[in-house]
Nanobody, 115 residues
Framework: QVQLVESGGGLVQTGGSLRLSCAAS????????MGWYRQTPGNQRELVAS???????NYADSVKGRFTISRNDAKNTAILQMNSLKDEDTATYYC?????????WGQGTQVTVSS
């Protein structure tokens, strides 16, 4: 069973940076997609960024140029580097892994951006 553990959330000032990390373990396949989603109360979970084992990346328009997703397949980790954070980036961030028709989620980590 795949397990995902996120870390790195917290409180940061507007314009600051945070680095989120997701460690995956158990039942990983060679080809998969890892991504970060975020959710605020009363809203649907939305894609922030994703990356494939082939190195392809995808970003939400709202974070392009500010966030960077990367992965280390040797360590089964995915990193989301968030720069120039805005108040509207405040949310619970979830790591997701998709492989062979199955989707797995982490427990979420809170990111709060405040001026």
């Amino acid at each position: 069973q795949v397990q995902l553990v996120e870390s790195g959330g917290g409180l940061v000032q507007t314009g600051g940076s945070l680095r989120l990390s997701c460690a995956a373990s158990g039942g990983l396949r060679r080809i998969n997609v890892m991504g970060w989603y975020r959710q605020t109360p009363g809203n649907q979970r939305e894609l922030v960024a994703s990356t494939t084992t082939r190195g392809n990346t995808n970003y939400a328009d709202s974070v392009k140029g500010r966030f960077t997703i990367s992965r280390n397949d040797a360590k089964n980790t995915a990193i989301l580097q968030m720069n120039s954070l805005k108040d509207e980036d405040t949310a619970t961030y979830y790591c997701q892994l998709y492989q062979y028709g199955a989707t797995y989620w982490g427990q979420g980590t809170q990111v709060t951006v405040s001026s």
